[in-house]
Structures are given as C-alpha cells and as structure tokens.
C-alpha cells in the first residue's frame, strides 16, 4: 500500500479515468508536500502506459507521512443561493458560486478585477443545469455530496487516504471492491460508500444507454460508483479541465442564446509530464482559451495548446520539455473532449465523446532555433483557423476538415482544407477584405517535412517552385494587391486551385489543365511586356512543365496537384514586399 509508484486503470476509455489520474497526483503530491515541505523539489510523473496512468513519485510514501498528515481538502464544497456549506465546515474548504460570478461580470464591465484562474471550472461545476452542486431534499448531489463526504468523515481522514492509497496499489484493481470494507472500517452504513456517477465526471454514464452490451432496458439508472474513487475524479476537474460555451454561431447572440448554449469540457491527457509542469502549462492554456463556435475551438484548443507548451520549453523550466530528440505529443496525447447539450430546460445532457491529438505534424524538435520555428508554425495555423467564420458553411465545413486533419492526422484532410481555404481567401478579399491570414511556404516545408520526408522530392524541384509560384502570381498576390485598392497588371485566376484538385483524379487531365494554365500565363506575361515595357513576375520554362509532368508520373496526379494547390495559395516570406509593387 505504501510505495513509490500507483496506478488508474483506463476502465472507461473517457476522461474520467484522466481526472481520476490527476486525483491521485494531486493528492500525492499534498503528502508530499507535507512530509517533505512545500519548497522541496517534487517530482511527480504522471505517465500514460497504455491500459492504465501511472503516478510515480521520487520516493516511496511512508506510513508516517500518511499517520501525520493534516487533513485538507482537494474538492471544494460549492456555495451558491439555497446550497450552503455545514456549519464548521472550514471557509478554504468552500467556493462561492454567485460571488465568483459577480466578480467575473465585473471584471468584463469594468476590467477593474481579475477573474479567478480556475473560474470556467467552478461556473461548470456550480451551474444548475449540470446537476453536480444542488440539493434535493435532505441531500445534494454528486460533487457537492462527496465534498460533504469528505468533511464528514473528517475524524476517518487518515482512513479516507489509506483506501485511496490502497485502491491504486495496483493496475486492474476495481475500486468498488472496496466501498463494503470502507464502510465496515468506518462504522457507517454501506450505502454511504457509494455516489452517483455524474455525467460531469463520467460523460459516458448517468442515465441513458450507458451499458457496454445493449443488453439491458433500464436506461432510466443512474450508475453508482465508490465514493472516493469519485473524489479523485472531482479533484482532478479542478487540475485538467477546461469547461467552455460553445459560443452560437451567430454574429449577435443573445443572452438567450448563451444561456442555451452546448458546454464542452476540454480535458488534458497526459503523455508523461510531472504534475508541476502540467499546472504552470495548464494554468497559461486555460487563461488564453476563450469561448469560440464549437468546431473552431476544437482546432484552437490543439494549437494553443501545442504553443504554450513550446513556450516553456523555450523558457527551459522544466526537464521534461526540452524536446530533446522528441515532440509536444511525446509529453502530452492531447484533449478528451464532451459536449453537453441543453436538451430539457433543466438538465444538460452528454451527446458526443472525442479524443483530439495534439499536433502530430510538430515533428521534433532539437534545438532552440527549431522550437521557435515550431511555434511559429502553430501559431500560423492559429492565426489562418482564427480567421474562418463558422456560422457560414463553406467556413463550417472548412473546419470540419482541419479538425478532421487533427484528429487522424491524415493528410488527405489537410489538402482538402488547403483546397478550399484557397477558395475562400480568395473569395475574402473580393469582398474588400484587406488582409487575410495565409499559410507561408517556410511553415508548410516545416509541416510536410516533419511527418512526409518522403515528399521532399517534390516540394525542393525548382520546377515544382516555379509552377507554385505561376499560381500564386495569378490568385493570391493580384486578389491581395486589388483588395488594397492597387492596380492589377494580370488577370486573377478565380477557381484555379479547386479546377487543379478536381483534374487530377484523372493524371492526362490534369496534365492538359496544367499546361493550358501555363500557356495562358506565359501569354499573358507577353501582352504585358509588350503593352506596358515591364514583366513583373517571371515566365515558365519548358523544363519547369517537364519537371512536374514527372513528378506526376513518379508520385501521382492526386498528390502533386495537392502540394501545388497548397504552396500555390501561400505566401512566401518576400511576398508582402512583392504585393506592394504593381502585379
């Protein structure tokens, strides 16, 4: 029971079993922190290793530790109108609700008051609808029940850490197995060992279908679980999650509209990262992440992510995030994510379930120099999904392709949003829009480079470049320039990239589209000299068609139609400059 490593089992496959990992932690680390003194340099590793977290801790926890402990409280009770604590409880072990609340519509009004950190967490937790905090009868429910719990078992306080000790021992334990020998240890009836298992908590529980064979029809249950299992859980809310409103996809929500809005939960799981790490990278991620439309927060919260852990692997605090030889993904897998939908006027309910990788397309990254290029191509992708407005549907769907892209890492969702972002900067800027965000082609080398070396080949041809930058000297660069309200010397190329992408299904047919696009360029660039006694972008050589009609037949019609499509609409370093001359 006292030893230097403890286990969670995965027993659910949601993020509850991630919250109940970082209860453990936390809770490990108090003991710690107890034993050993606050300012000691404690490490505790939170690792993933497959069927189960592992919590390992720079030295054993000896009985003593636990013997001496003085009892605190990870779980606060949460106070808000008709929901008030025990007397005696004592104040630090409780959180107001409606004060927090107040204090956080001052601070939008006004600016005058910082919110609380953790604030998102305890509006999650404390409002009505998600049924953790209010009472019924002579009881409350879930979270506040077990905050309860434990201040009433305070005098079992030692009692209380043993069984949590004792029921991560060892990978595979069920910790239901131990709530009767809890309550025979306690002296307190059996049906005091067991909780509701709130769909806060445990998205995939609580009422409704929530058997793992449909074998059953009492979907009217609730699931009960042990108690201090449950605690770990409610612990590790306050250490991982990052409840947000799905805000309406409209330009002017109403107050109504916010009110009815979709929760989503974001909850980190881990790779192998020390809890002290975790908290300062955490705290800054959650401090940034602000309420957007749902698919684009998705995208954001990967990013933003991936960028602030890069940002203190740049400040060198912590070991673990050197990136010696290894990437973000090494260090965290990414974000359990839950949306809870209004579906009575009264209750929220869980309706979807989703793991969100961190950016696998980082690569790694071996040097100061390389974890600032990273972060530059992140936040290149922050700035570009930032930009796409939701509440239309070439934008929704456009996002649904990067999130898809996040999600499994398929590249053929990354050039289908490449594709029809094309579209849709261009379709911006005709609309008067002066600027807007692009991809530069040092970053899609960087993305590309890091998990498809094999398409070096292609994106380093100067026939390749030169045929990348025809397109982009017809599309992106006079749009741009005419948006600015300059003069344009050459046609604007409408639809090129989407009639590229479409061809190539076929490899003759988009040979044929390729060369009919190059011919016409090079016409073009010849009415211009003649007319006007200057060229300002350069012509295509019959070796730069050569070179790509080979590229074509070595790696496919479909492949290198995408890459060009993609470096086609971006934007090179010396473009700006270039936008502000006549093109």
Same mark, same amino acid.
């Given at each position: 029971m006292y030893q230097q490593t403890y286990f969670v089992e995965k027993r659910t496959g949601t993020f509850a079993d991630v919250l109940a990992a970082y209860g453990l932690a936390a809770i490990l680390d108090e003991i710690l922190a107890q034993a050993l003194g606050r300012e000691s340099q404690r490490r505790v590793w939170i690792r993933d290793t497959g069927p189960y977290y592992k919590v390992e801790l720079p030295e054993p926890i000896q009985k003593f530790w636990v013997d001496n402990c003085l009892p605190f409280s990870l779980v606060p009770f949460i106070k808000k109108k008709g929901v008030q604590p025990p007397h005696g409880m004592p104040i630090e072990w409780t959180r107001d609700f409606d004060g927090a609340r107040q204090s956080y519509q001052t601070f939008f009004s006004t600016r005058?008051?910082?919110?609380?950190?953790?604030?998102?967490?305890?509006?999650?937790?404390?409002?009505?609808?998600?049924?953790?905090?209010?009472?019924?009868?002579?009881?409350?429910?879930?979270?506040?029940?077990?905050?309860?719990?434990?201040?009433?078992?305070?005098?079992?306080?030692?009692?209380?850490?043993?069984?949590?000790?004792?029921?991560?021992?060892?990978?595979?334990?069920?910790?239901?197995?131990?709530?009767?020998?809890?309550?025979?240890?306690?002296?307190?009836?059996?049906k005091e060992a067991f909780v509701t298992a709130s769909q806060l908590l445990n998205p995939a529980e609580g009422q409704g279908q929530n058997q793992p064979k449909a074998n059953r029809l009492d979907t009217r249950m609730n699931l009960s679980s042990f108690w201090l299992f449950e605690y770990l859980k409610a612990a590790g809310m306050w250490m991982c999650a990052a409840?947000?409103?799905?805000?309406?996809?409209?330009?002017?929500?109403?107050?109504?509209?916010w009110e009815r809005a979709d929760r989503k939960i974001y909850v980190l799981a881990p790779s192998n990262i020390t809890l002290g790490a975790h908290k300062d990278v955490f705290k800054t991620f959650s401090s940034r992440l602000r309420n957007e439309t749902s698919v684009k927060m998705d995208c954001i919260a990967a990013l933003l992510y991936a960028a602030t852990l890069l940002e203190y692997s740049e400040a060198g605090q912590y070991d673990e995030l050197d990136f010696e030889g290894y990437g973000p993904a090494k260090v965290v897998a990414g974000f359990h994510v839950a949306q809870y939908k209004l579906l009575s006027r009264n209750a929220y309910t869980a309706i979807n379930m989703a793991f969100l990788g961190l950016p696998a397309?980082?690569?790694?990254?071996?040097?100061?120099?390389?974890?600032?290029? #990273? %972060?530059?191509? *992140?936040?290149?992708?922050?700035?570009?999904?930032?930009? $796409?407005? +939701? !509440?239309?549907?070439?934008?929704?769907?456009?996002?649904?392709?990067?999130?898809?892209?996040?999600?499994?890492?398929?590249?053929d969702d990354f050039f289908e949003f490449a594709a029809g972002y094309s579209h849709y900067a261009m379709s911006q800027l005709a609309q008067g829009q002066r600027w807007v965000p692009l991809f530069?082609?040092?970053? #899609? %080398?960087?993305? *590309?480079?890091?998990?498809?070396?094999?398409?070096?080949? $292609?994106? +380093? !041809?100067?026939?390749?470049?030169?045929?990348?930058?025809?397109?982009?000297?017809?599309?992106?660069?006079?749009?741009?320039?005419?948006?600015?309200?300059?003069?344009?010397?050459?046609?604007?190329?409408?639809?090129?990239?989407?009639?590229?992408?479409?061809?190539?299904?076929?490899?003759?047919?988009?040979?044929?589209? #390729?060369a009919n696009f190059i011919q016409s360029y090079n016409q073009e660039?010849?009415?211009?000299? +003649?007319?006007?006694?200057?060229?300002?972008?350069?012509?295509?050589?019959?070796?730069?068609?050569?070179?790509?009609?080979?590229?074509?037949?070595?790696?496919?019609a479909e492949v290198v139609a995408n890459l060009l499509v993609a470096y086609g609409y971006a934007r090179e370093p010396r473009d700006e400059a270039e936008s502000s001359e006549k093109a």
């Amino acid at each position: 029971m006292y030893q230097q490593t403890y286990f969670v089992e995965k027993r659910t496959g949601t993020f509850a079993d991630v919250l109940a990992a970082y209860g453990l932690a936390a809770i490990l680390d108090e003991i710690l922190a107890q034993a050993l003194g606050r300012e000691s340099q404690r490490r505790v590793w939170i690792r993933d290793t497959g069927p189960y977290y592992k919590v390992e801790l720079p030295e054993p926890i000896q009985k003593f530790w636990v013997d001496n402990c003085l009892p605190f409280s990870l779980v606060p009770f949460i106070k808000k109108k008709g929901v008030q604590p025990p007397h005696g409880m004592p104040i630090e072990w409780t959180r107001d609700f409606d004060g927090a609340r107040q204090s956080y519509q001052t601070f939008f009004s006004t600016r005058q008051m910082t919110p609380a950190p953790d604030y998102p967490v305890l509006e999650c937790i404390g409002d009505t609808k998600m049924q953790a905090t209010n009472k019924t009868k002579n009881s409350f429910e879930s979270y506040n029940a077990m905050a309860l719990r434990w201040y009433q078992t305070l005098s079992k306080f030692t009692v209380n850490i043993e069984f949590i000790l004792q029921m991560c021992a060892s990978p595979g334990s069920n910790p239901d197995d131990l709530a009767v020998v809890w309550a025979r240890k306690t002296g307190l009836p059996s049906k005091e060992a067991f909780v509701t298992a709130s769909q806060l908590l445990n998205p995939a529980e609580g009422q409704g279908q929530n058997q793992p064979k449909a074998n059953r029809l009492d979907t009217r249950m609730n699931l009960s679980s042990f108690w201090l299992f449950e605690y770990l859980k409610a612990a590790g809310m306050w250490m991982c999650a990052a409840p947000r409103k799905a805000a309406p996809p409209k330009n002017e929500p109403t107050r109504e509209d916010w009110e009815r809005a979709d929760r989503k939960i974001y909850v980190l799981a881990p790779s192998n990262i020390t809890l002290g790490a975790h908290k300062d990278v955490f705290k800054t991620f959650s401090s940034r992440l602000r309420n957007e439309t749902s698919v684009k927060m998705d995208c954001i919260a990967a990013l933003l992510y991936a960028a602030t852990l890069l940002e203190y692997s740049e400040a060198g605090q912590y070991d673990e995030l050197d990136f010696e030889g290894y990437g973000p993904a090494k260090v965290v897998a990414g974000f359990h994510v839950a949306q809870y939908k209004l579906l009575s006027r009264n209750a929220y309910t869980a309706i979807n379930m989703a793991f969100l990788g961190l950016p696998a397309w980082t690569g790694d990254a071996r040097s100061r120099k390389e974890v600032l290029d #990273l %972060r530059d191509v *992140i936040e290149e992708h922050r700035e570009v999904i930032d930009g $796409i407005e +939701e !509440s239309r549907s070439e934008g929704y769907n456009l996002l649904l392709s990067y999130r898809n892209f996040l999600l499994g890492q398929r590249w053929d969702d990354f050039f289908e949003f490449a594709a029809g972002y094309s579209h849709y900067a261009m379709s911006q800027l005709a609309q008067g829009q002066r600027w807007v965000p692009l991809f530069t082609t040092p970053s #899609l %080398r960087r993305l *590309i480079m890091a998990t498809n070396k094999s398409l070096r080949t $292609i994106i +380093e !041809s100067p026939g390749f470049q030169n045929v990348a930058y025809a397109i982009r000297h017809s599309t992106i660069i006079p749009q741009t320039r005419k948006a600015r309200g300059g003069e344009t010397l050459y046609d604007i190329r409408y639809g090129l990239g989407m009639d590229l992408k479409r061809k190539a299904t076929v490899r003759d047919e988009f040979v044929a589209a #390729l060369a009919n696009f190059i011919q016409s360029y090079n016409q073009e660039n010849s009415q211009v000299l +003649e007319t006007r006694g200057q060229q300002m972008r350069k012509d295509l050589r019959t070796t730069d068609v050569e070179a790509v009609v080979g590229l074509v037949d070595e790696y496919g019609a479909e492949v290198v139609a995408n890459l060009l499509v993609a470096y086609g609409y971006a934007r090179e370093p010396r473009d700006e400059a270039e936008s502000s001359e006549k093109a």
